[in-house]
């Protein structure tokens, strides 16, 4: 019989499509005690799920919580109640650890009354604006665009020292993302760094799915050029925003009473 490492490669891939090299990279940061929880009979691998660790900063507080995501089950056991079972389990055990909170992103809102009827609510707030390519922007030519492989977390912490109601992210959380195909887009000014950027550029529209910036107008300065290199539209994310969005998908559980209800995710491996 395979291992469970490789039941679970072999699940993951049949059940959200992704490539050999893709699963391998995350198997290879998250299989691990803590991260990885699953339920298995006599050896055949029957759900599973993953658990990464962050901080949510509320005002001065940074409190421990955990991102639950992946979760799936073999075909064969589903609609038996497994993936409830598991939840659980792993809930009990990351609140043993000391999470404050559980947070989850659902795959689509039909999922949204199965995650409440186990006390997740709505909680995720975010700003998108669209950004058309136009090809004259010359009032941008002092500012460069330049791709780089890893973050700048000088930087990033400085940015993430001013936001308040949202994800913090170290060197761990964001690791997946210098390592797979999501492109690190810095904005520079001569040789001072103003924004960093993570982003999706394959697609029609290319999907920037965080910028760390002190002020808005700056996050929008690299998005447009970002548009004028590629030569497509842009949508940005970015926190904070002038006008949010309520999310029809990210949810919470506090296990500890007097959490806020609006959060900004950030990067949460939602793609």
Not at 67 to 89: F, H, P
Not at 181 to 187: A, E, P, S
């Amino acid at each position: 019989m395979k291992t469970i490492q490789e039941q679970a490669k072999e699940l993951w891939r049949k059940t959200f499509g992704d490539t050999v090299e893709y699963i391998d990279k995350f198997f290879n940061l998250y299989f691990k005690p803590n991260y990885f929880f699953h339920l298995e009979k006599d050896g055949k691998l029957l759900s599973m799920l993953f658990a990464t660790h962050h901080r949510l900063k509320i005002g001065e507080k940074n409190l421990p919580i955990a991102y639950i995501g992946s979760v799936c089950t073999d075909e064969e056991y589903r609609n038996c109640g497994l993936a409830t079972t598991l939840m659980q389990k792993a809930e009990n055990e990351l609140k043993n650890l000391g999470k404050k909170a559980i947070i989850l992103i659902a795959a689509h809102e039909g999922l949204v009354p199965f995650y409440q009827k186990m006390g997740y609510s709505l909680c995720g707030i975010e700003g998108i604006k669209k950004i058309s390519y136009k090809e004259d922007l010359n009032d941008l030519e002092q500012f460069k665009i330049q791709t780089t492989c890893d973050f700048d977390f000088d930087f990033i912490n400085q940015v993430q020292g001013k936001r308040n109601n949202c994800i913090i992210h170290n060197e761990e959380t964001l690791k997946l993302y210098t390592i797979t195909d999501y492109k690190i887009i810095n904005l520079y000014h001569n040789t001072t760094l103003l924004a960093q950027c993570v982003s999706i550029v394959d697609w029609d529209t290319i999907e920037i799915l965080d910028c760390f910036s002190l002020d808005e107008q700056t996050a929008e300065i690299l998005a447009k050029k970002v548009s004028l290199f590629y030569k497509k539209d842009v949508n940005l994310k970015y926190f904070p925003f002038t006008e949010k969005t309520p999310s029809t998908i990210e949810m919470i559980k506090p296990l500890e009473q007097g959490l806020v209800n609006e959060i900004y995710m950030s990067l949460n491996l939602d793609t």
